[in-house]
């Protein structure tokens, strides 16, 4: 005889749980805070690191650009305390003549090597949007490598390839026909061309320097910008018979111009503060004093004996001022641009 499940009156299984007994979800706790403040909650730790490793030091260069700060502050019994000075620093380098020399250099360097990184990268990728799949990658992790290198073994790579003695770049020079160096360089032998000794050939051969290491940047940006670009603009254009050089300022340019925009900022930056690769091109504190930049002459006066911290600070803080206006200025130019269309 089979056996037949008892019904609970009212119809329901009297095997399921009790519906009073039945286990709520445990409830969150609130975290106490005003829903407008979590986003800043948020943000504090990456804020804390930020004013650890940048604004505190920031502000500790600020305070020395007013003291009188040299080996007798840091040496490692009974240091002096700094002495105040107020704007003296300041009033130094403005009154020095290598303020003026290393300001040139700075802008005159920044405004050729910008120009020339952002052509040369940007002809590059648009060479890399036309290439094959296969053919792209291969061009890609090679110029990639050449901007993954550190500034400092560029700096060697090319100081090797631009010396006098041994340098390969003097040996090509001297194969090509006498005929064709004395038309384009005025010259027809270049053995034992001392590149790095004169401040214009040393700024020639950094602005090589930078503008190969920085380049492959700019193109792989430009690369992720055309991809985001649609293919039947191209193709109404081809259409219309638009050619070449007008597909790209007509359609190209306006939309990758907040690429550019980007890349001009970071790009004037980098070239702005360049020392390292200056520092070891041109032989370190030997070099000529009409090659400083602002960068190696802030060094320069920190560190070279007798240091001035202070001096070598308030130069710093001058180059900071002047980056930070030409980045405002032009960011400011791209936001009035903007809201105008």
């Not at 026909?177 to 590149?195: H, I, M, V, Y």
């Not at 190969?212 to 603009?233: C, D, H, M, N, R």
């Amino acid at each position: 005889m089979a056996h037949t499940p008892t019904i609970a009156r009212g119809g329901g299984d009297p095997s399921a749980p009790a519906r009073g007994n039945r286990r709520k979800p445990p409830r969150r706790k609130a975290s106490g805070l005003p829903p407008w403040l979590i986003p800043y909650a948020l943000l504090l730790p990456g804020l804390v690191v930020i004013a650890a490793l940048l604004l505190y030091p920031l502000f500790q260069m600020v305070q020395m650009s007013f003291q009188k700060v040299g080996l007798r502050q840091f040496r490692p019994k009974n240091p002096l305390p700094a002495e105040y000075v107020g704007g003296e620093n300041y009033a130094q380098v403005f009154a020095s003549d290598l303020f003026w020399s290393s300001l040139r250099n700075t802008v005159v360097f920044a405004l050729v090597t910008v120009a020339f990184t952002l052509l040369l990268g940007t002809l590059v990728g648009l060479l890399l949007h036309k290439l094959g799949g296969k053919m792209s990658t291969v061009v890609i992790v090679g110029i990639m490598a050449a901007w993954a290198v550190p500034p400092t073994s560029a700096a060697i790579i090319w100081k090797w390839l631009f010396d006098a003695d041994a340098g390969i770049i003097n040996w090509a020079l001297n194969l090509l026909p006498d005929w064709l160096s004395q038309l384009a360089f005025g010259r027809s032998d270049w053995t034992g061309e001392p590149w790095l000794n004169d401040a214009l050939s040393i700024y020639l051969v950094l602005i090589v320097t930078v503008v190969w290491a920085s380049f492959p940047f700019i193109a792989v940006s430009v690369l992720a910008g055309l991809k985001s670009i649609p293919s039947e603009l191209y193709e109404a254009a081809k259409v219309d018979g638009s050619t070449g050089f007008g597909t790209f300022r007509k359609i190209t340019f306006p939309l990758l111009k907040p690429v550019f925009s980007v890349l001009v900022v970071l790009s004037v930056i980098w070239d702005f503060k360049v020392f390292t690769q200056l520092f070891l091109l041109a032989g370190g504190t030997n070099m000529p004093r009409e090659a400083f930049n602002l960068s190696l002459w802030s060094y320069i006066e920190a560190f070279n004996p007798p240091p001035d911290m202070g001096l070598g600070a308030a130069v710093a803080v001058v180059l900071t001022v002047i980056l930070l206006l030409i980045t405002f200025v032009y960011v400011r130019q791209i936001v009035k641009t903007e809201d105008v269309r």
